[in-house]
C-alpha cells in the first residue's frame, strides 16, 4: 500500500471504532450552502467545500438528536 492509501485505511478503521461512516453525496453546493446558511450552521458567504463539510456535519449531528 502506498501511504495515502495506509492514510485512508486509518481513518476508515478510526471512523469504525468511533462507531461512524463516511458517505459519499451528490449536493448543489449552492443549494445546500442556501440550506445551510438559512438554518444557521453556515454563516452566509461562506461556501468554500470544507466549511460546507463541516457545516453539513454540525447540521446532520443536531437533526439526527430530534
Not at 2 to 26: C, P, Y
Not at 35 to 51: Q, Y
Amino acid at each position: 500500500m502506498t501511504a495515502s492509501s495506509n492514510e485512508r485505511v486509518k481513518r476508515h478503521r478510526a471512523l469504525q471504532r468511533a462507531g461512524l461512516i463516511a458517505l459519499t453525496i451528490r449536493v448543489d453546493p449552492v443549494e445546500l450552502a442556501h440550506l445551510l446558511a438559512e438554518t444557521g450552521f453556515l454563516p452566509p458567504g461562506n461556501d468554500d467545500r470544507p466549511a460546507l463539510a463541516s457545516a453539513l456535519e454540525r447540521a446532520i449531528a443536531v437533526w439526527a438528536r430530534t
